[in-house]
């Protein structure tokens, strides 16, 4: 049983665009969020977090939404460039170090 | 200097074997972790320790045994391999316990069980 879903497994956009990454979470105790990044051949590295006191966090071109009420979590990359060609994953947790991972969803940005 | 390293990357066995998969971080931090990512793709967390000591333990067959020498080396070792213990296996490591304390992942090892 999966307590963190991406349902898309692919998202294809064109550089300069928005990139819009969904991630929807089943429990409610989940109180932070992360979001990594992940090359080929690479582990994944962190990209940005939110805390379940906020409902928004900025980080340059990246920008993570956190909608309680829904469960739900989005990334918005802002413009999107060739380089954020990567896998995605989003992560929760419930006051410990004790991460659920998502499937990922796999950005392409076409030049 | 890579921060999070594992060895090997590659490991292609036959079932009923036993192997072994090395983890070493030069961060100085005091908690390892291993994580299996299946073929559905997702990071499931295996195990965690804190200063060689086990603070998270899944629910893993238990021919998967961890072991932590000292706190820069988590090494993850698997008895009778099976056919669906092939994934890639993912290090990390962290500063402290708290969700708030990044995780810094390996590169993966990726095991196949012919």
């Known amino acids: 049983d999966q307590q963190v879903k991406q349902n898309s497994p692919s998202l294809s956009v064109q550089e300069g665009r928005i990139s819009i990454l969904n991630c929807d979470y089943t429990?409610?105790?989940?109180?932070?969020f992360l979001w990594y990044k992940k090359y080929p051949a690479e582990g994944p590295t962190f990209l940005i977090s939110i805390s379940s006191i906020k409902d928004k966090n900025e980080d340059g071109r990246f920008t993570v939404f956190l909608n309680k009420s829904a469960k739900h979590l989005s990334l918005h990359i802002v413009p999107s460039q060739p380089g954020d060609s990567a896998v995605y994953f989003c992560a929760a947790s419930a006051n410990f170090n004790k991460f659920y991972f998502g499937s990922g969803t796999k950005l392409n940005v076409k030049p | 200097d890579t921060a999070v390293s594992q060895t090997p990357k590659y490991l292609v066995t036959q079932m009923g074997n036993d192997k072994s998969i090395k983890c070493e971080q030069n961060?100085?931090?005091?908690?390892m972790y291993w994580y299996k990512q299946d073929s559905k793709k997702f990071l499931k967390i295996m195990f965690s320790?804190?200063?060689?000591?086990?603070?998270i333990n899944e629910t893993v067959p238990n021919r998967f045994s961890p072991k932590s020498p000292d706190k820069a080396h988590l090494n993850l070792h698997i008895n009778s391999l099976e056919l669906g213990d092939s994934a890639v296996y993912f290090c990390?490591?962290?500063?402290?316990?708290?969700?708030?304390?990044?995780?810094?992942f390996g590169p993966g090892t990726r095991l196949t069980v012919l």
């Open positions: 961060l100085g931090h005091d908690t």
């Open positions: 320790y804190n200063n060689k000591e086990l603070i």
């Open positions: 990390a490591s962290s500063q402290g316990t708290s969700s708030y304390n990044e995780q810094f």
């Open positions: 429990n409610s105790m989940f109180d932070y």
